[in-house]
């Protein structure tokens, strides 16, 4: 998915974050994650104690197409996100082809998904993309060369093309998200993105994230 990117920017909190925010209740506090409180991290992910892992905030910095940009926006609860504006930015567009192993087939047996295998047309509908992308891509710069507004300009852009955004949400939001993103029936494309986040969290939280993903609440399928 070159040359998109998800950079983790700041991390606020840990594991012990996870652990004290829930010992407040009885006034103790621990000082190192011990095993119990690890075991106090399994139960409270088992028994859906979530608002624990809502106290560590996570910020990244993530580059993709558009047309994955709408379906991650469309986790909204614990996340707050600024983006890269057209109406500001001229700079020359990227986009996003598909490679010819990535040009799927339909598959008829379900309302949204494809199959693993690629259509047999998939080298010259590959030559297709490419070369409508670079028209569209040479008829924004003759935009702004003849004096159109950028905000103007943009509407002949594609939904392949990359945008970049900061964003910050809960240790909980990104489990919820990642979780359904994660899901084989999700896009191959997006679950490439979830894969990086998750693991980049893992790293940062390792007792609460096995936790989280072993034992937050299966989501509905994505639809889109």
Not at 85 to 107: L, T
Request: proline letters at 5%; a neutral charge.
């Amino acid at each position: 998915m070159q040359p998109g990117h998800v950079k983790m920017l700041e991390v606020f909190g840990s594991d012990l974050t996870v652990v004290n925010a829930a010992r407040v209740s009885f006034a103790k506090e621990s000082a190192n994650i011990s095993a119990r409180d690890e075991g106090l991290i399994k139960y409270l992910a088992t028994h859906n104690h979530i608002s624990p892992f809502f106290h560590p905030q996570i910020r990244f910095r993530l580059k993709m197409p558009i047309f994955i940009a709408r379906e991650w926006y469309r986790h909204t609860v614990g996340f707050s996100r600024n983006e890269v504006s057209r109406r500001y930015v001229n700079d020359a567009p990227e986009c996003w082809v598909p490679s010819p192993e990535d040009i799927r087939e339909r598959d008829t047996n379900k309302k949204q998904g494809s199959k693993d295998t690629a259509i047999k047309e998939a080298e010259e509908i590959h030559g297709v993309l490419k070369g409508t992308t670079r028209i569209l891509e040479e008829v924004y710069e003759k935009l702004l060369v003849a004096g159109v507004a950028p905000e103007i300009a943009r509407v002949i852009l594609p939904q392949s093309m990359y945008t970049e955004f900061i964003e910050t949400g809960s240790l909980y939001g990104y489990a919820r998200l990642c979780k359904l993103r994660q899901d084989p029936q999700a896009q191959k494309e997006i679950r490439l993105y979830a894969d990086a986040v998750s693991e980049a969290l893992s790293a940062a939280f390792p007792y609460s994230w096995a936790a989280l993903m072993s034992h937050v609440s299966e989501p509905i399928h994505a639809q889109s």
